[in-house]
């Protein structure tokens, strides 16, 4: 049966004079952006332009905030206060909704970016940190998350609707976290290869470790990264095989309902 899956990749992080990835290329083949919201790249220019463009394409979009550090890109670990961190993460959500609600699009996810997302996907207590942002701006935001992640766990509490993603170029431990980038296969390499290790958890029903160990779980989405000098063809060659084998490409908000 065919059933609609979604694939996402962040966007909008270019900044200034400092031009990232070809957000152009992918808004064509993806069906979620997860936009930056000037933490750790983008600006409101880009940020207005990202969002026009996808609305221009049918694209649905997602703020994609994360802790303040321009110059690390938010990869950099932070130790931030409960109380500040929720404010900055309303913050960014809410320049986002600014700027979609003047360009006649919608923000439907939050997605966090980085540092920020690989510790909520480990720490409870962050996790509840961040979905409870999220729902203090609004309970109908989803929440795209890790499977098998503190922070979909944490979604789930704060009563937001959870999308639950994999990685297109990541390999996973048998806890379900992700390999450490220092580690070796930590990244899978080449469009044909990413296709490969997607199909293979869809079919499976879950994350396929490194180990071959299979762990249960639902995909809505598919994070297709945007950054690398292969990104557009190995997003195209993803959203091509995945519709061979008989799914159906869609935004993220028509993969949470039945």
Same mark, same amino acid.
């Given at each position: 049966m065919n059933r609609k899956i979604n694939l996402n990749a962040d966007l909008g992080e270019s900044f200034g004079?400092?031009? #990232?990835?070809? !957000?152009?290329? &992918?808004? !064509?083949?993806?069906?979620? *952006?997860?936009? *930056?919201?000037?933490? /750790? %790249? %983008? !600006?409101?220019?880009? #940020? =207005?332009?990202?969002v026009r463009a996808? =609305?221009? =394409?049918?694209?649905?979009?997602?703020? /994609?905030?994360?802790?303040?550090?321009l110059q690390g890109f938010g990869r950099r670990r932070m130790d931030v206060p409960a109380d500040e961190l929720a404010a900055m993460l309303i913050y960014q959500i809410g320049a986002l909704q600014a700027m979609a609600a003047v360009e006649g699009h919608a923000v439907s996810h939050v997605k966090p970016h980085g540092a920020l997302n690989n510790m909520a996907c480990a720490d409870a207590r962050l996790a509840d940190v961040v979905a409870g942002a999220v729902a203090a701006v609004s309970r109908d935001l989803i929440l795209l998350a890790p499977a098998h992640s503190q922070l979909a766990q944490a979604g789930a509490r704060a009563g937001l609707p959870v999308a639950l993603e994999v990685f297109a170029d990541r390999a996973y431990l048998d806890d379900g976290q992700l390999v450490p980038r220092s580690q070796p296969g930590a990244m899978i390499h080449g469009a044909q290869a990413s296709l490969d290790h997607v199909l293979r958890m869809l079919d499976a029903g879950g994350l396929v470790t490194l180990s071959g160990k299979? &762990?249960?779980?639902?995909? /809505?989405?598919?994070?297709? /990264?945007? !950054?690398g000098p292969d990104a557009v063809a190995s997003a195209r060659c993803i959203a091509a095989g995945l519709e061979r084998a008989g799914h159906i490409t869609a935004p993220l908000t028509e993969t949470l309902t039945p």
């Open positions: 004079a400092w031009s #990232m990835g070809s !957000d152009s290329a &992918l808004l !064509d083949v993806v069906g979620s *952006a997860n936009i *930056a919201c000037g933490f /750790h %790249g %983008g !600006d409101p220019l880009v #940020m =207005r332009q990202t996808a =609305r221009e =394409r049918g694209v649905s979009i997602g703020a /994609h905030p994360s802790f303040p550090d299979v &762990l249960p779980t639902k995909i /809505h989405s598919i994070c297709v /990264h945007g !950054d």
